[in-house]
DNA sequence: CGCCGAGTTGAACTGAATCAAGAAACGTGG
DNA sequence: CCACGTTTCTTGATTCAGTTCAACTCGGCG
């Protein structure tokens, strides 16, 4: 737990009591590999601390998912768009490794957010952080090409190539497997 | 400064104290179409609440404009990845219109957080809406054919293509103009 | 050894980019 | 109110990158 008193004390002083608030309102959870965080049409109830291991964010579309983020350790994972107005989402989350989670629910996360000092200054400082993070990852969506997109993935998570197989790679960078391995021919040829 | 009232009375109660704190710390700026709210390179040091009028985000790549995203009336307006952090945008913010905003500088927004009663609270679920509206838009980013944010874009903004020429939202549709001009044609055979 | 999932490679196809030339709309001044 | 020039939009021909469909390779594993 004490990862996640590291991440929070970031953003507001962490002492003896925040650790006693924070200790009561999150629960650990283990996920085994291919376990689901969240899945389509069901209403994102928690967010997460991942401890260790590695989750993907996707989506199905014609039969065929769409990986768009991939979340790793010391990340706060969840779908906002589902957390926060609390309707269902269009999006699943899932496990591609056995993964550690601390969670905490939408009704204790706002009982966090009055009970402690600076709770609601916590909430906004986290949010703002976590906002300014996905705009700064979608901004290779806008720009960059898939060739681009690749090199930056791999900048961003080295040993995503390890850990997992590579067609979550390609969906990531937005291109079919093919096309990713033609990609891959093209940069190794320099 | 009825409509900003309003739009933080969505979040958090607005009394008299509250109207009192908010008009000491926003100040009225006008625009003149064309004019810039927020340059590349400089840092993001306001946040805006536009009153009327319409505003484009784009940024400069090789020598091109692309312009991401349109905001108008009643609508918060900042480059969040630029004024959170406070550091250098890689964005621009420009009038298209002759526009009014109220607006608060960090600082102020700051003060305003800690001097009013639920400023935090209002600060953060502030930013949890937009960073929803935002990721609702990307959204279609991701899964869309051109065509289809197209057909979006005008269903969330049906008034755009009376208010600014064709070019801003062949780029914000993420092609060039001959092309949206060719996704025009099609479209209009059914 | 044969199966199976993952990755690579080939050929034909598709939609947007590019280059380029007109057509239409707009505004400004005569 | 019209004429002219600029800006915006359309259209055509070509190119290019990713998709699709399909075959084939490789490595692990029963």
């Keep these: ?16 009591a925040e650790k006693e608030i924070i200790s009561t309102f999150f629960t650990e959870k283990q996920l085994k590999k291919g376990e689901p965080f969240l899945e389509e049409g069901k209403v994102c109830r928690h967010v997460g601390f991942i401890v260790k291991g590695l989750m993907r964010y996707y989506l199905t579309q014609d039969g065929e998912e769409k990986t768009f983020y991939f979340a790793k350790e010391n990340e706060f ?15 699943s989350i899932e496990a591609l490794e056995d993964t550690t989670v601390y969670v905490i629910s939408y009704d204790n996360l706002n009982r966090l957010y009055s009970t402690m000092a600076n709770g609601e200054r916590m909430g906004r400082l986290i949010i703002e952080r976590v906002f300014v993070e996905a705009l700064q990852n979608l901004n290779s ?18 040993d995503l190539q390890q850990r997992i197989p590579q067609y979550y790679i390609a969906s990531c960078v937005g291109v079919k497997p093919q096309s990713l391995s033609r990609i891959r021919k093209r940069l190794s040829l320099h």
Tied chains: 1, 2.
Excluded: C
């Design 1 to 16: 737990m004490e990862a996640l008193f590291n991440s929070i004390a970031y953003f507001i002083p962490v002492g003896e």
């Design 141 to 158: 969506f806008y720009s960059d090409t898939p060739e681009q997109r690749y090199e930056k993935l791999l900048l961003a998570h080295p």
């Design 77 to 91: 994972v969840s779908n906002y768009e589902s957390f926060v107005p609390q309707v269902p989402s269009l999006k």
